[in-house]
């Protein structure tokens, strides 16, 4: 069936460096794919998303690209902040009655000052 | 604000006990989802529905039961609690199941059994 595989976590890193968190997904068809963040003790907001090949997704200095060729929608920021830390996940949807989101497992960001 | 409203949002329970984990939307969202986060697991679905008078089983729906009797409203209830069901509870909504379509979701109920 259909699965998300994110890069473990946790990942560690100071204001402003460079981020990347990795995803790969297995589906059947041509998925749309999103990620969502999680801040402490809050439920999931959708950050960003792509429906087709090549897109790109971005949204508040994040970016992620579908790459249906290496089946990726790896995670991108040039310049993190402290208000970044948060748990990160990506997820697929193949649009089908009878589907729903598919998760990765997570990835925690913790970014220090 | 318009969104996904989840109660209680922290619970204990005794093991064998029941109880009703309350969520509803006021977007008129047709389509409406629980899940569940384990620490390390990501998130599991639970049970969904497409509309009022549907619901349908997803990952790991032993020990939970659900009714969609409105559109707003789509409560899950455990009927014995058991204590691999301690988890955060999650419901979530979206106006479709299209390719690009988001999901809105509520800040979660924290639950333990003991």
């Known amino acids: 069936g259909d699965s998300v595989t994110q890069m473990e976590g946790p990942v560690t890193l100071s204001e402003e460096a460079f981020l990347t968190i990795n995803c790969t997904y297995t589906?059947?068809?041509?998925?749309?794919l999103f990620w969502y963040v999680q801040y402490p003790g809050e439920g999931l907001q959708l950050l960003l998303k792509a429906t087709k090949a090549d897109d790109k997704g971005s949204n508040k200095g994040f970016e992620a690209t579908y790459r249906k060729e290496t089946t990726s929608f790896h995670l991108e920021k040039g310049s993190v902040q402290v208000s970044d830390s948060a748990v990160y996940f990506c997820?697929?949807?193949?649009?089908?009655?009878?589907?729903?989101?598919?998760f990765g497992k997570g990835t925690t960001l913790s970014v220090s000052s | 604000n318009a969104g996904v409203t989840q109660t209680p949002k922290f619970r204990i329970l005794k093991i064998g006990q029941s109880m009703t984990l309350q969520c509803a939307q006021d977007?008129?969202?047709?389509?409406m989802y629980w899940y569940r986060q384990d620490p390390g697991m990501g998130l599991k679905l639970i049970y969904y529905?497409?509309?009022?008078?549907?619901?349908d089983k997803g990952e790991v729906p032993n020990g939970y039961n659900v009714s969609r009797s409105t559109t707003e409203d789509f409560p899950l209830r455990l009927e014995l609690a058991a204590p691999s069901q301690t988890s955060v509870y999650f419901c979530a909504s979206s106006y479709s199941q299209s390719r690009g379509g988001g999901y809105t979701f509520g800040s979660g109920t924290r639950l333990t059994v003991v």
């Open positions: 997820a697929l949807s193949e649009g089908q009655a009878g589907t729903a989101l598919i």
């Open positions: 589906a059947t068809g041509y998925p749309s």
């Open positions: 977007m008129n969202h047709n389509y």
């Open positions: 529905s497409v509309g009022a008078g549907i619901t």
